[in-house]
């Protein structure tokens, strides 16, 4: 193994710090193991920090009807039955542990006036079953994992950026990456790896996601070989701010429409009533914001090209106590008072459904020793997420990975690192550096995520697909050739340049799936193919590298065992 | 189109100095915005930590015009246009470069709070009127502006006090209803409480507008005076249940 660099040995190595990464650490260090965990960011700012309206687990606290089995046919209905079942099913029983679990780590949610978790309606749910706490829930999560994470002694690599997955022959090896701060290599050498790097978002031009959501996780494991699950399914949000330009895409939290928000139109019309006069505002995400941006290319959107979200008919207090943070975005960063006026809101790219290919029980991937959960893994939430699923499955999976993992580590010998793989690694790093001219890398993410959002957003068709696959390939070419200016320092250019080499793996791998997938299910929508497809129902989209290529391969949905399917045929 | 002038300090721990930067203003345009459109078009390696850019995470503070905020959450219409906007790191933590700075002292504290403690046998019923304070407690970003602000951290870098944040995150801790824990004698030792004057600044500075003085430190100062000077009181509390 080369010596040249910073080395660190773990028996389990976590990349990424959010809500599935932390709570794989807790579980995998209670198993003994000994753990690292790595991430972009300082520790408690990754992405599930702003996850807002809340988690979804089944504890009937509100109505006393929930239970498992209403909360694994919602997923597999929310999801168009597209679904790993065994993981929906796994998620459904096992979030209600997960989340007693947090309040026992500390977690304060709201409360119901006889001393349980508080649980609200959102989309897609039958009964009211987000915990919460008002719509900062994903803060309340992180705290609650970070402080029981460090009081187990977890060992935290904070900006550190991991570039390549290292390999002993078939099996995991550990990682390569670089400190952020310096700009220095270092080696972490580990017997299992679990990837918790969550989304994708930043390859669109209006999304929800943090500089972080580049699909690192998803890339760095195609690359080592391991296979790629739905990449089709991207979740745009309905409702992201459109106004002012410098917010476009920031959330407005389903919480809003949980709590009684209306959506309607410049002529004041309740749109929904035309789309889904049943759930109305609270149907599936991927209905609302097909109708939104319907309302808006037939004309009918409001001044800046959104539709209207009202909450103002609830008292005052009553939205500034259960919408707090929503009450400061707006007044702070639009100059509107949600109160007493309706916000405007747009759809915004928000959640991967689709992701690295997993295990249902032990989240391994197709790789020996690799292991993925949270957003980062695919398979429970099928063709469209539910709102407060994300969270109940991160804890759910990052449990599962962390126990699978630290099992694994007990059982395998030390890996031996190829000294050659970590030359490749650096000389790729290095080369940016290189380029005497060359474009700058912020030139070439603003053209993917130009690109991204005109060709491969929420509607999608052939030819459009086409075009984007002949425009990655361009921007593919100019990114091997962008040029970095500065040190190695702290250089947010140097970084960005790695980051696009991500975006752009994943972003093919997202347009040949959507390219294959000749129906519209969910998230997915092809405008010339607009309904379900039977024979395209029963399969799933797997992305995987064979030498330079993507190659892509249908393989068939696992069929359902019979007490399930009775539970979804009722 | 009209532009603001910016003048960003550029620099590491050896030294440095600020840098003028002119950048066009759109309309709700925040400082964060502008640092963007600095490093997009201009300096592509200017460092800024951000993440959420909608005040959710707390990366991304720094001092406008001389004063501690949230550069995603200061609106540049808010700011006079007739001179030059000043971003500056914050003072109190070391500088690695440009805006970024070395906050890690702040983890090593944090490290020192014993976490929650669940009383035996609870049936964790807990009503929303017991819950009210500590969730004001728990609405902190960690942001470290307090940090930044506090006079004993920033110009008399005492360090053995622990700073506004962890006085927050110590009474969110010690007025949870279910904990058992006693932080207090941590409090008055290893965490200083006994150097915060009062002197409020944190509060005007929070961004999350937690009462940091009223609600957290002065509580914390009167549990502090009751378990070493007045074990009456203290005794009255445990029996009454209240904590
Ligand atoms: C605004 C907003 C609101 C939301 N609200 C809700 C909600 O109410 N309910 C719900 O269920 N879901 C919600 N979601 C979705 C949910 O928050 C996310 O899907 C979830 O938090 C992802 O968690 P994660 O642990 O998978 O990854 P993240 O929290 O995204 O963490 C990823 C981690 O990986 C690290 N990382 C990434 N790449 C690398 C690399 N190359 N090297 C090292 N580290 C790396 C990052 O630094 C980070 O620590 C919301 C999302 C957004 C954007
Ligand atoms: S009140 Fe105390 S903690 Fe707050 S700024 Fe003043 S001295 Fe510092
Ligand atoms: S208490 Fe307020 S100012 Fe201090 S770190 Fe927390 S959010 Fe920031
Ligand atoms: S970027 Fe998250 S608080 Fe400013």
Redesign the pocket.
């Known amino acids: 193994m080369s010596d040249r660099f910073e080395t660190h040995e773990h028996d389990v190595l976590i990349i990424g710090a959010g809500g599935a990464g932390l709570r794989a650490a807790i579980e995998a260090l209670a198993h003994g193991a000994k753990v690292g965990v790595v991430c972009k960011s300082l520790l408690g700012k990754a992405h599930t920090v702003m996850a807002e309206g809340g988690i979804a687990a089944a504890m009937a606290n509100v109505d006393s009807a929930d239970g498992w089995i209403p909360h694994f046919r919602d997923t597999m209905r929310g999801g168009k039955m597209l679904n790993n079942w065994r993981m929906a099913q796994l998620h459904a029983q096992e979030s209600i542990d997960r989340v007693k679990e947090l309040e026992q780590w500390g977690a304060l949610f709201d409360r119901t006036s006889d001393g349980n978790i508080l649980q609200r309606a959102f989309g897609g749910h039958t009964f009211k079953r987000l915990c919460h706490v008002g719509d900062r829930t994903g803060l309340e999560m992180i705290r609650t994992l970070q402080d029981r994470g460090v009081e187990m002694g977890v060992d935290v690599y904070m900006e550190c950026t991991i570039t390549k997955l290292l390999k002993d022959g078939d099996r995991i090896a550990g990682a390569f990456g670089y400190w952020r701060e310096q700009g220095r290599f270092v080696q972490f050498k580990a017997k299992s790896v679990i990837i918790c790097t969550g989304g994708i978002g930043k390859s669109w031009k209006i999304t929800s996601n943090s500089w972080e959501c580049t699909g690192d996780g998803m890339a760095l494991a195609y690359d080592a070989g391991a296979e790629l699950l739905d990449m089709e399914f991207v979740q745009f949000h309905p409702t992201g701010m459109v106004w002012p330009p410098g917010v476009q895409g920031i959330l407005v939290t389903e919480a809003v429409r949980g709590e009684g928000g209306l959506l309607t139109n410049k002529l004041g019309e309740r749109f929904m009533q035309k789309y889904d006069p049943k759930k109305m505002e609270l149907s599936t995400r991927d209905v609302v914001a097909r109708s939104i941006y319907t309302e808006v290319k037939e004309g009918r959107g409001s001044e800046h090209g959104g539709a209207f979200l009202d909450i103002s008919h609830k008292p005052a207090e009553y939205v500034k106590q259960k919408l707090p943070s929503m009450y400061h975005q707006f007044k702070e960063l639009a100059d509107v008072d949600i109160t007493k006026q309706p916000m405007e809101v747009g759809p915004t790219c928000h959640y991967m459904m689709g992701g690295i290919r997993v295990e249902a029980e032990t989240a391994q991937t197709t790789v020996p020793g690799l292991f993925a959960a949270g957003e980062a893994a695919a398979g429970l939430h099928g063709a469209n997420r539910l709102g407060g699923n994300s969270l109940s499955d991160l804890v759910v999976f990052g449990r599962r990975a962390g126990l699978a993992a630290a099992e694994h580590a007990k059982k395998v010998s030390a890996p031996n690192i190829d000294a050659s793989e970590i030359e490749r690694a650096e000389r790729e790093m290095l080369a940016p550096f290189d380029q005497s001219a060359g474009e700058s890398p912020y030139a070439v993410h603003r053209d993917l995520q130009d690109m991204m959002q005109s060709l491969v957003g929420i509607f999608r068709v052939e030819d459009d697909l086409k075009t984007a696959l002949a425009e990655l390939d361009k921007l593919k070419e100019r990114a091997t050739k962008v040029r970095v200016e500065g040190s190695r320092m702290f250089n947010p250019g140097w970084h960005l340049a790695r980051d696009l080499q991500c975006m752009l793996t994943v972003s093919e791998a997202v347009t040949r799936s959507a390219l294959a997938r000749k129906e519209s299910r969910g998230a997915h929508s092809r405008i010339d193919y607009p309904g379900l497809d039977e024979q395209w129902g029963k399969q799933n989209n797997i992305t995987k590298r064979e030498g330079e290529t993507m190659m892509l391969k249908q393989v068939a949905r696992p069929p359902l065992p019979d007490d399930l399917k009775k539970i979804l045929d009722e | 189109m009209s532009e603001a002038v910016m003048q960003v300090f550029r620099g590491n721990r050896e030294g440095g100095s600020p840098v003028e930067f002119r950048v066009p203003i759109t309309p709700g345009m925040v400082v964060l915005d502008a640092l963007h459109h600095i490093q997009g078009h201009q300096a592509p390696d200017l460092a800024v930590r951000w993440n959420c850019k909608a005040g959710k995470c707390g990366s991304c503070s720094a001092e406008v015009n001389g004063r501690p905020r949230l550069t995603c959450k200061t609106r540049m219409d808010a700011l006079p246009t007739d001179q030059p906007i000043t971003v500056n790191p914050m003072k109190t933590f070391p500088v690695i470069k440009d805006l970024v700075t070395d906050v890690s002292w702040n983890y090593e504290v944090n490290k020192k709070i014993p976490a929650f403690k669940p009383k035996a046998g609870t049936d964790w019923k807990m009503y929303q009127e017991d819950i009210d304070r500590v969730q004001e407690f728990r609405k902190c970003i960690e942001c470290f502006l ?1 940090q930044d ?5 920033r110009d008399h870098d005492k360090k053995e ?1 622990a ?2 944040r962890f ?1 927050v995150r110590t009474a969110a801790l010690e007025m949870h209803p279910l904990d058992s824990a006693d932080r207090i004698p941590l409090v008055k030792k290893e965490l200083g409480i006994g ?9 005007e500075v929070c961004p999350e507008e937690i009462h ?2 009223d609600n957290a ?1 002065i509580p914390l100062k009167e549990r502090v005076v009751d378990e070493f000077y007045d074990p009456i009181a203290k005794l009255v509390r445990k029996i009454t249940g209240a904590k």
């Open positions: 307090c602000v506090c006079h004993v951290l006090f700073g506004p006085m150097y915060c004057n009062i002197t409020k600044c944190c509060t940091i003085t430190i």
